[in-house]
């Protein structure tokens, strides 16, 4: 069996990145741009005010000039032409364009109001308080590039330069199908034996949030024929994942009809605890996942190996989670030969983190990973200790490009 690192990079190692289409600047969020996006305005457009004040000379102040005549009043988004001779002020705006002649802006908590004009009772230094023109962004600056992932930041970035489309990677199609007899969907009636299926819920969920277009379809009952004609349909998409029938039960088929659709594997097995049956492989391009059942085992194997595919499908740099270094909480119980992947809650501690594990670990309690904010890496044969060992602690949020030190 091979080590998280091994399986991530023969995962990575069969990604082709997929291709480009236009879309709204609104439509991009979340998703991966997909070309160098310049900017083709300059921000700001033009000099203008960064205070509510008077807009006058720069000079005139330097000479020692403190009494102004104001001359003209310049809302936002109305410039004046009137040009500023000495001795003139215009009342303007935040935000209002610098009108001819004028380069300081006084606030106008430093003036005081006069009959026919303003007192300058604290001139700020020459220059004070505009924005100038280009200073911001230039015609041509570069603003996004490929990979990079569209946040509200970016969308607001672009709108203020008028982008109105932007080139985005395409979103990966992902067919999600759960295996097992025992399996009903929600709003079904629960006969003796049976379980609702969770993981086609949780695989989408990750999927959407992966940037990826998820596909349902259903439940394929512990079968040979059933399973081969829904993976069949599955291997249409980018990338299938399956859950359950992975392991070495007697009616765990999903490998055999792997091998019958000429799904070629790279791998099965990984050491790590949830998550070790899980199979890998390719057919034309598709990638084919076969997670475990057990629905933290199948959100595990998602975290560790999927979620990065999908990123890198999409061009994305930061495939990975970001982690920190933890002290553990409460003592650390011992891992045998397989790495252990134990949902924790983090906190801060003095200067660092301090993580608590999240109730019994059992990779079918879902609600371990609902309560968690990451996963505490306790390398194979850890022998445990008291409270205070520390752990890399993988979280279940955020992306970075550095991935975590994984156990070998
Ligand atoms: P398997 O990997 O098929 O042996 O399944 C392992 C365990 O996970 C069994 O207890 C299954 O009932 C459970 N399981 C499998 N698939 C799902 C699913 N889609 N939703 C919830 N539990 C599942
Ligand atoms: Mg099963």
Redesign the pocket.
Same mark, same amino acid.
Request: aromatic share 4%.
């Given at each position: 069996m091979i080590g998280i690192d091994e399986a991530l990079d023969a995962v990575l190692a069969e990604v082709r990145p997929l291709g480009a289409e236009r879309v709204p600047l609104l439509e991009a969020l979340g998703r991966a741009c997909a070309a160098d996006v310049l900017s083709p305005e300059a921000v700001p457009g033009f000099a203008n005010s960064a205070m509510d004040g008077f807009a006058l000379r720069g000079e005139d102040l330097a000479e020692g000039r403190r009494e102004f005549a104001v001359v003209a009043e310049i809302p936002a988004g109305r410039p004046s032409a009137r040009h500023l001779f000495a001795g003139e002020a215009a009342k303007i705006m935040t935000g209002a364009p610098l009108p001819p002649g004028a380069d300081t802006v006084v606030p106008v908590e430093l003036t005081v109001a006069l009959e026919a004009g303003v007192l300058v009772a604290d001139p700020p230094a020459p220059g004070s308080n505009v924005r100038l023109a280009g200073e911001d962004l230039a015609p041509g600056d570069r603003l996004l590039g490929p990979g990079d992932r569209v946040g509200p930041a970016e969308i607001g970035l672009l709108a203020s330069v008028g982008v109105e489309t932007l080139p985005v990677a395409r979103r990966p199609r992902v067919a999600i199908l759960?295996?097992?007899s025992?399996?009903v969907a929600p709003g079904q009636p629960l006969a003796p034996g049976q379980?609702?299926?969770?993981?086609?819920f949780t695989a989408y969920a990750q999927v959407l949030e992966a940037g990826g277009d998820p596909i349902l379809l259903g439940?394929a009952r +512990?079968d040979a024929a059933e399973t081969r004609r829904l993976l069949a349909a599955a291997l249409e998409q980018d990338v299938v994942l399956t859950?359950?029938?992975?392991?070495v039960?007697e009616? +765990?088929f999903v490998k055999q009809v792997q091998d019958d659709l000429g799904v070629e594997r790279r791998f099965w097995g990984v050491k790590t605890k949830p998550g070790k !049956?899980l199979a890998f492989g390719v057919r034309k391009g598709t990638l084919v996942f076969g997670v !475990?059942?057990? !629905?933290v085992?199948?959100m595990v194997s998602f975290e560790l190996y999927i979620r990065p595919a999908l990123l890198a499908l999409q061009g994305r740099l930061d495939l990975y989670r970001p982690y920190v270094t933890a002290a553990a909480a409460e003592p650390v119980k011992a891992a045998k030969e397989r790495a252990e992947l134990r949902r924790c809650r983090l906190a801060r501690e003095g200067g660092g983190w301090r993580f608590t594990t999240t109730g019994p670990q059992g990779?079918?309690i879902?609600r371990s990973m609902a309560l968690a904010q990451g996963l505490a890496i306790v390398p194979g044969r850890h022998p445990g200790g008291p409270a205070g060992q520390e752990l890399t602690v993988q979280l279940l949020e955020g992306s970075a490009e550095d991935r975590p030190p994984y156990p070998a």
């Open positions: 759960a295996t097992g025992e399996l379980i609702r299926n969770s993981n086609s439940i +512990d859950s359950g029938g992975v392991s039960g009616f +765990d !049956p !475990p059942g057990n !629905p085992a199948s990779s079918g879902l």
